[in-house]
T-cell receptor, first 113, second 110 residues
């Protein structure tokens, strides 16, 4: 996990609140991926971004979820009006080019109460 | 990404080699074979990747079948710290995402 920083590591939100998950990629990496992992399940692809552009969001729910990767600053995964089913670990990965080694962060564990 | 098939789980003894298989019968000519692993309560980490030739690095070796329809991740001497879920993924040059399957849960016995 060379340098991908995710924060917060743990986030608790009440139903209906907003959750903002941040991911700072490895310096110089312009490709960012977000994944969701439910307990005891595999990683589910959500969205792939390249600086300021969403390239593939086919794995992201159409409602309440959005992602951005601005020119300056971290990538943000935003979940509006959270529900209990959003409770999961959310991982971010970055890579310098599309088909190279990707580095993952330690994840943000979201709990909706 | 083309689909990969891996056994759900495998067991190994400490200090012994481990061969983790992956079938990818629908692989295309531009698909790279990537392996990642996820230790408990951690994010995935890159292990190795290759296209056609066998590959070696500090962590493991990757043996790719001549027809590329299968590959094997080889851990030369398993340690307790190698207990993890191992994912085999195909990534095409023109494909943007990196989609994980269920992986193989490796248990290492002392």
């Amino acid at each position: 996990n060379a340098g991908v920083m995710q924060n917060p590591r743990h986030l608790v939100r009440r139903r209906g609140q907003e959750a903002r998950l941040r991911c700072s990629p490895v310096k110089g990496h312009s490709h960012v991926y977000w994944y969701r992992q439910l307990p005891e399940e595999g990683l589910k692809f959500m969205v792939y971004l390249q600086k300021e552009n969403i390239i593939d969001e086919s794995g992201m729910p159409k409602e309440r979820f959005s992602a951005e990767f601005p020119k300056e600053g971290p990538s943000i995964l935003r979940i509006q009006q959270v529900v209990r089913g959003d409770s999961a670990a959310y991982f971010c990965a970055s890579s310098p080019e599309r088909n190279t080694e990707a580095f993952f962060g330690q994840g943000t564990r979201l709990t909706v109460v | 990404d083309a689909k990969t098939t891996q056994p759900n789980s495998m067991e190994s003894n400490e200090e012994e080699p481990v061969h983790l298989p992956c079938n990818h019968s629908t692989i295309s000519g531009t698909d790279y074979i990537h392996w990642y692993r996820q230790l408990p309560s951690q994010g995935p980490e890159y292990v190795i990747h290759g296209l056609t030739s066998n590959v070696n690095n500090r962590m493991a070796s990757l043996a790719i079948a001549e027809d590329r329809k299968s590959s094997t991740l080889i851990l030369h001497r398993a340690t307790l710290r190698d207990a993890a879920v191992y994912y085999c993924i195909l990534r095409a040059n023109n494909n943007n995402d990196m989609r994980f399957g269920a992986g193989t849960r490796l248990t290492v016995k002392p």
